[in-house]
């Protein structure tokens, strides 16, 4: 089975934090994927990145960043928390070989700053 | 751009009652369709995906979609709910070409003993 992990299931940082968030796949996919989900929003793509050293904006990049040193690690940056980043965030992985692989989900981690 | 719809943000069903979740979705090319699920503080899974071919889809836990391309629909159903499938749903469309998906804004169904 394919196993996504994040680092933090609850995540409580202050206003002007910088916050680290990592993600970690054990399937060797290529592509890996950062959401935010809220509530009434659905899941909206921060960042996503194809192979390492690869990134892509989503459709919320602003207040974020990535980091992808490894293939398995995939690494979300929030330079400097802001109240409205409290949110849950999701990370997933996908192998990027076949046009209709899915996406493989970790279990989410959900920051509140304060 | 690419837009999914789910049209229902809640959706009570009593048990045992069938239930089907809406889902429309907008694309000028050929799309790839899933339905994820999720489960309170859990990540997604997957239910099911259209790729190609036959446009009745079945998923794990009884769940099945149709595929409608004249009515760009991918609506999911079940004919018999249990206290178990309470959950957020999710539909997600994928171009056939990129990598990106897009997820609807999710349906929350809240099954009634």
């Known amino acids: 089975d394919v196993k996504v992990t994040q680092s933090s299931r609850y995540l409580v940082k202050r206003t002007g934090e910088k916050v680290f968030l990592e993600c970690v796949q054990d399937m060797d996919h290529e592509n890996m994927f950062w959401y935010r989900q809220d509530p009434g929003l659905g899941l909206r793509l921060i960042y996503f990145?194809?192979?390492?050293?690869?990134?892509e904006k989503g459709d919320i990049p602003e207040g974020y960043s990535v980091s992808r040193e490894k293939k398995e690690r995939f690494s979300l940056i929030l330079e400097s928390a802001s109240t409205n980043q409290t949110s849950m965030y999701l990370c997933?992985?996908?192998?990027?070989?076949?046009?209709?692989?899915?996406?493989?989900f970790g279990p989410g981690t959900r920051l509140t700053v304060t | 751009a690419q837009s999914v719809t789910q049209l229902d943000s809640q959706v009570p069903v009593f048990e045992e009652a069938p239930v089907e979740l809406r889902c429309n979705y907008s694309?000028?090319?050929?799309?790839?369709l899933f339905w994820y699920v999720q489960y309170p503080n859990q990540g997604l899974q997957l239910l099911l995906k259209y790729l190609s071919g036959s446009t009745l889809v079945k998923g794990i836990n009884g769940f099945e979609a149709e595929f409608n391309k004249s009515q760009t629909s991918f609506h999911l159903r079940k004919p018999s709910v249990h206290i178990s499938d309470t959950a957020e749903y999710f539909c997600?469309?994928?171009?056939?070409?990129?990598?990106?998906?897009?997820f609807g804004t999710g349906t929350s169904l809240t099954v009634i003993p």
């Open positions: 997933a992985s996908r192998n990027g070989g076949g046009a209709g692989y899915e996406q493989y």
């Open positions: 997600a469309v994928r171009k056939n070409t990129g990598n990106q998906f897009y």
């Open positions: 990145s194809y192979d390492v050293k690869m990134k």
């Open positions: 694309s000028s090319v050929s799309v790839y």
